[in-house]
């Protein structure tokens, strides 16, 4: 069975510019989270989603981000536009809905450098 | 969720165990103990997660005291691709996120 899924695995741009990043998580896994993680720093969230609907995206910068999840499947994030302090690894993980404790499954992440 | 304090490094000679605490003085009844590793240039990866009792997978055992405030990580027999950041992370059962802290770099040394 695959895992997540995400691309590209590198990106750079230069500020201002608009990016997307793109995460496929592991086949009915209805909960898909977005983080973020600077240098150094563990992984911040940024969205959750529960199968198509955004139930917790109160820490995504909305002014500059937007996220979707299109039939509850694949998910797109995007930057518009990008500054320097945007640059870190985005990650994209997932995990099964309604099971009390288990685990998060993570992609390797999309690291962004913004010149 | 409760809070955690993790020690920032700590070394651990190659084919000897590697014990790597956590305190979570504030854990709740309901809390559960999750451990996660960071290899580099990799996401996290999920190793163990327990409620009270001890548990134990083939990756590493998980030993909580009876109080709760505090648990290791044990890996029995560390290798040079055991090196990585590991988290210990405190949720409610009905949690649906993680909160990761800063971790404890943890290096396998030959």
């Known amino acids: 069975e695959a895992g997540v899924v995400q691309s590209p695995r590198y990106k750079i741009i230069e500020k201002k510019q608009p990016v997307a990043f793109w995460c496929n998580p592991i086949?009915?896994?209805?909960?898909l989270y977005w983080y973020r993680q600077n240098l150094g720093q563990g992984p911040e969230l940024l969205i959750r989603?529960?199968?198509?609907?955004?139930?917790?995206d109160s820490q995504l910068p909305k002014d500059r981000f937007s996220a979707e999840r299109l039939k509850g499947v694949d998910s797109t994030l995007k930057i518009q536009p990008a500054e320097l302090g945007d640059s870190a690894v985005y990650l994209c993980?997932?995990?099964?809905?309604?099971?009390?404790?288990?685990?998060?499954?993570f992609g390797q992440g999309t690291r962004l450098t913004v010149v | 969720d409760a809070k955690t304090t993790q020690p920032p490094s700590m070394d651990c000679a190659e084919g000897r165990a590697a014990n790597l605490p956590c305190n979570h003085s504030t854990i709740s009844g309901n809390e559960y103990v999750y451990w996660y590793r960071q290899i580099h240039s990799q996401g996290p990866q999920y190793i163990i997660h327990?409620?009270?009792n001890n548990e134990t997978n083939e990756m590493a055992s998980l030993i909580i005291t009876e109080d709760r405030k505090s648990s290791t990580l044990i890996l029995p027999h560390a290798t040079l691709r055991d090196t990585a950041v590991y988290y210990c992370?405190?949720?409610?059962?009905?949690?649906?996120?993680?909160?990761f802290g800063s971790g404890t770099q943890l290096t396998v040394l030959p």
């Open positions: 327990g409620l009270k």
């Open positions: 992370i405190v949720i409610r059962g009905s949690a649906r996120q993680l909160t």
């Open positions: 086949s009915g896994h209805n909960t």
């Open positions: 989603y529960e199968n198509e609907e955004a139930v917790d």
């Open positions: 993980a997932c995990s099964l809905s309604g099971m009390v404790d288990t685990e998060a499954f």
